[in-house]
């Protein structure tokens, strides 16, 4: 195995900071591929991270020398029954915002730096995943029509439409995040929660509180470019209402609109 050629591939392949802890993870745990100790091993996040990092191995292995280990990974996973993520109940997100207590999250953004609360912020009511919010608020002036932020961005099977601008957070995105330095400024110790978590907590008051569709589309779960035209004016006849369902919070936060 020639470590420093699958790390290549992978930052060709991955964002370089994804790419290269799949490495890291790949060369602790690469022997646990088809043994007993992975299927017995109780599901956590660490688990799922073991099994994609065993997984990306097996395809450059593939790719180089023209086998077929992917596959045979993949058939072993189904006789195991090992399962690549927990089955969760249909009412998760829905839950999540109890067990998460949105007070709390925006309680602890207070203390957040002003930089990283507005950021922290734009997570939260945007909904997009850590890497979209990132590009999407450092490419602000491009993107943004005033009152919705479109993207329309395709990545196999993640997707990023369009959500809407809040008039709090507009004219603060002046300035640029750098995403490796995110999860230290923003880590669950800081924040009450993983920043990923904020994508479920908006999901939960967008589908609660407006429209179940509407949530799915602007979380990417929903549309696409050829579809824009019917979603584009259901966002503009919701925006008020949006607006108004996160102002208390934003508010609370202490990022009021600036004029």
Not at 202 to 224: H, K, S, W, Y
Request: hydrophobic share 40%.
């Amino acid at each position: 195995m020639d470590w420093d050629e699958y790390l290549r591939w992978l930052l060709q392949n991955k964002h370089r900071h994804y790419g290269r802890n799949l490495w890291l993870l790949g060369r602790r745990t690469y022997r646990l591929a088809f043994t007993p100790q992975l299927v017995l091993m109780e599901h956590t996040r660490r688990k799922e991270d073991i099994l994609k990092a065993i997984s990306n191995i097996c395809r450059f292995l593939d790719i180089k020398h023209d086998t077929y280990f992917h596959d045979e990974f993949l058939r072993w996973m189904r006789r195991k029954e090992v399962r690549w993520r927990t089955t969760k109940s249909t009412h998760y997100n829905y839950s999540l915002a109890d067990s998460l207590s949105v007070a709390k999250v925006i309680r602890n953004m207070r203390a957040l730096p002003y930089k990283y609360r507005t950021f922290c912020m734009f997570v939260l009511v945007s909904g997009l995943r850590t890497e979209e919010s990132v590009s999407a608020f450092n490419n602000h002036s491009r993107l943004c029509r005033g009152d919705v932020i479109e993207m329309f961005w395709d990545r196999r099977t993640k997707k990023a439409n369009a959500v809407f601008c809040h008039p709090a957070l507009h004219k603060r995105m002046t300035f640029h995040i750098n995403y490796n330095v995110i999860h230290k400024h923003l880590s669950s110790q800081k924040l009450g929660c993983q920043i990923r978590h904020l994508r479920k907590l908006n999901f939960t008051m967008v589908a609660t509180g407006i429209d179940p569709l509407l949530a799915e589309f602007m979380q990417g779960r929903r549309g696409n470019i050829s579809q824009r035209h019917y979603f584009i004016p259901m966002m503009k006849r919701s925006r008020k209402k949006w607006v108004r369902m996160w102002d208390p919070l934003i508010r609370r936060v202490g990022l009021r609109r600036v004029w």
